[in-house]
T-cell receptor, first 111, second 118 residues
């Protein structure tokens, strides 16, 4: 079983629509969760951390369900500039361990 | 946010040559840096953890003699791909951990280095 799983998409969504995607993780001891955004041929950039109580940043809402081991990202009023690959990232601690990345969900916002 | 640079941003080399990639944290000190590799349409895969002043920790399946890592200072880590072959062609990304003293330290990514081995 893969450590972090995401639906690769692509999700084709009209501008202005609301889109949501989920991510599941296998390590129940995972400590921290993030959504990163990666544009084509660029490095990942932190979009937002995901907190147990859920958190919102403008049009973006992230939720964490520890019992079911999944994380969600909701984008409201989508913009053309939201087109990118969204990476679900999990940190499982253990000192110097890095982050575990999902393969990403490709989102295409259509005019 | 903090800034991490990588150099070069892209490199094309002949098979059998060695390529060095530099990763620098520009405005903070990083005792820990990470090297990732990403093949097309794949996720980032952690290759190794670079610790300042000590040996790097390699992930399973990553050859330490082929991917040499040196973390000589708190702001610089280098990855040398020795005797590169076409299958080493990939997007190499480093990240540096900025210690905030809180529960979660933030990793900042460099812009990546695209390596093409002919």
């Amino acid at each position: 079983r893969k450590e972090v799983e995401q639906d690769p998409g692509p999700f084709n969504v009209p501008e202005g629509a609301t889109v949501a995607f989920n991510c599941t993780y296998s390590n129940s001891a995972s400590q921290s969760f993030f959504w990163y955004r990666q544009d084509c041929r660029k490095e990942p950039k932190l979009l937002m951390s995901v907190y147990s109580s859920g958190n919102e940043d403008g049009r973006f809402t992230a939720q964490l369900n520890r019992a079911s081991q999944y994380i969600s990202l909701l984008i409201r009023d989508s913009k053309l500039s939201d087109s990118a690959t969204y990476l679900c990232v999990v940190y499982s601690g253990g000192g110097a361990d890095g982050l575990t990345f999902g393969k990403g969900t490709h989102l295409i916002i259509q005019p | 946010g903090a800034v991490v640079s990588q150099h070069p941003s892209w490199v094309i080399c002949k098979s059998g040559t060695s390529v060095k990639i530099e990763c620098r944290s520009l405005d903070f000190q990083a005792t820990t840096m990470f090297w990732y590799r990403q093949f097309p349409k794949q996720s980032l895969m952690l290759m190794a953890t670079s610790n300042e002043g000590s040996k790097a920790t390699y992930e399973q399946g990553v050859e330490k003699d082929k991917f040499l890592i040196n973390h000589a200072s708190l702001t610089l880590s280098t990855l040398t791909v020795t005797s590169a072959h076409p299958e080493d062609s990939s997007f190499y990304i480093c990240s540096a951990r900025k210690t905030s003293g809180g529960a979660t330290d933030t990793q900042y990514f460099g812009p990546g280095t695209r390596l093409t081995v002919l």
